[in-house]
């Protein structure tokens, strides 16, 4: 069966500080992958997508940079973060094919002081 | 994507049925329904789908009018681990990468010992 890792679970990091989150998953191959920020009482918002190895896709110009070094290897990053990039970052990945539905890992909460 | 109607929030007995309705009166033909819950503090994740035939799975059945207008679904016997919050979604199935999720408001289901 297929399951999807993200980590950490909650991170606390000082403004103007790095970031690294990183999501695997395991048990299927080439899938899509993707990063979504939600906000507190708020939907969720797609940051980045991933169709393959080094293929990215930004959906919002921001403070935040995704990577994806191998196929089920999916990084989120910034080099200096700011107060507005606190949330609950979500990892999903789905099989190539229209009808597939996304799967979510459990999220990491990210809280800037 | 159709725009969808859901109450805002529901309570149920354990063990019961848990009956969840979505009104999605503009539907158009080559839309899928689909339904995510979201427990607290936790990731997104993914229930059932379906087009217009009823649709049953491990985890619930999901009811579709037969002119495609509303949708049920139904967790048999709820427990107080489904206390979540439901969302339904109407969508085209994509093949695309560029296939973000949006929720709406959803509800939140309330299982009650």
């Known amino acids: 069966s297929q399951t999807i890792h993200q980590w950490p679970a909650t991170l606390v990091q000082p403004v103007g500080s790095p970031l690294s989150l990183e999501c695997t998953v395991e048990?299927?191959?080439?899938?899509?992958l993707y990063w979504y920020r939600q906000a507190a009482g708020r939907g969720l918002q797609l940051l980045f997508y991933s169709v393959g190895i080094g293929q990215i896709s930004s959906e919002v110009p921001q403070n935040l940079s995704a990577s994806r070094p191998q196929d089920r290897q999916f990084i989120l990053s910034s080099k200096k973060l700011l107060l507005s990039d606190s949330g609950f970052y979500l990892c999903?990945?789905?099989?190539?094919?229209?009808?597939?539905?996304?799967?979510f890992g459990d999220g990491t909460r990210l809280s800037i002081l | 994507d159709a725009k969808t109607t859901q109450p805002t929030s529901m309570d149920c007995a354990e063990g019961r049925a848990a009956n969840l309705p979505c009104n999605h009166s503009?539907?158009?033909?080559?839309?899928?329904v689909y339904w995510y819950r979201q427990i607290h503090s936790q990731g997104p994740q993914y229930i059932i789908h379906g087009l217009k035939n009823n649709e049953t799975n491990e985890m619930a059945s999901l009811i579709i009018t037969e002119d495609r207008k509303s949708s049920t679904l139904i967790l048999p016997h709820a427990t107080l681990r489904d206390t979540a919050v439901y969302y339904c979604?109407?969508?085209?199935?994509?093949?695309?990468?560029?296939?973000?999720?949006?929720f709406g408001k959803g509800t939140r289901l309330s299982v009650i010992a």
């Open positions: 999903a990945w789905r099989r190539q094919g229209a009808l597939q539905p996304q799967h």
């Open positions: 048990g299927t191959s080439n899938p899509n």
């Open positions: 979604i109407v969508r085209v199935p994509r093949n695309s990468g560029n296939t973000p999720l949006v």
């Open positions: 503009t539907i158009s033909g080559n839309e899928y």
